[in-house]
């Protein structure tokens, strides 16, 4: 079965620092891969997504993504948290031909001052 | 456009009540859906629909019902509700299902006694 694994359910960094925030997927076959952020007690707000065009995608609020095949991973950066970074993100699949996307347990991002 | 909404916010329900969650979307989407959240989890689909009068199951449907009689309107049944049903419950919608950006609703947190 396909299946989605966020590799870090905390993640805490300094304001300024980089961010990595790591995901990994079972299967290569035709995905379309998306990252998702939940600010306390909101709903998800889509950060990026990769749909088969460029391999490094650019989001929203500075974040990007680089989808390697190879390694079957889609891992989330920043190069400098800002404390509104703070929250929880969701790492989210869709395989080609199934009408349900597969989300990962998620990563809590904290960010200290 | 107001986007995703949902009602109630909060809800406490006994053992055994039943009760409908509301999910409204004014951005003519033809894919729907319901999410639970759990700490730890993710996202679990509970159940989709891919246009008015077209529903179906997804990961975990037990013990809810769903119907789909408007482009706008998806609500979520509890038929009788359990103590394992305590979940933080979120409505999506988009264009088409799959690769489609999913846009979410505010959350309906719900405790069951």
């Known amino acids: 079965a396909q299946s989605v694994t966020q590799l870090d359910s905390h993640v805490s960094v300094s304001e300024g620092t980089p961010v990595l925030l790591r995901c990994n997927y079972s299967s290569s076959y035709s995905p379309s891969l998306f990252w998702y952020v939940q600010h306390p007690n909101k709903g998800l707000q889509l950060l990026l997504k990769y749909t088969s065009a460029a391999t490094l995608v650019k989001g929203i609020n500075g974040f990007e993504a680089e989808f390697k095949k190879s390694e079957t991973s889609f891992h989330l950066t920043k190069p400098s948290a800002h404390m509104s970074d703070a929250a929880e993100y969701f790492c989210?699949?869709?395989?080609?031909?199934?009408?349900?996307?597969?989300f990962g347990s998620g990563t809590r991002l904290q960010v200290q001052p | 456009n107001a986007g995703v909404t949902q009602t109630p916010k909060f809800q406490v329900l006994k053992t055994g009540q039943s009760m409908t969650l509301q999910c409204a979307q004014d951005?003519?989407?033809?894919?729907m859906s319901w999410y639970r959240q759990d700490p730890g989890m993710g996202l679990r689909l509970i159940h989709y629909s891919v246009g008015a009068g077209i529903t179906d199951q997804g990961e975990v449907p037990n013990g809810y019902n769903v119907s789909r009689s408007t482009t706008e309107d998806f609500p979520l049944r509890l038929l009788s509700a359990a103590p394992s049903q305590t979940s933080v419950y979120f409505c999506?919608?988009?264009?088409?299902?799959?690769?489609?950006?999913?846009?979410f609703g505010p959350g309906t947190r719900l405790t069951v006694l």
């Open positions: 951005m003519n989407h033809e894919y």
């Open positions: 989210v699949v869709s395989w080609r031909g199934r009408r349900a996307l597969t």
């Open positions: 999506a919608s988009s264009y088409r299902e799959g690769t489609d950006t999913q846009y």
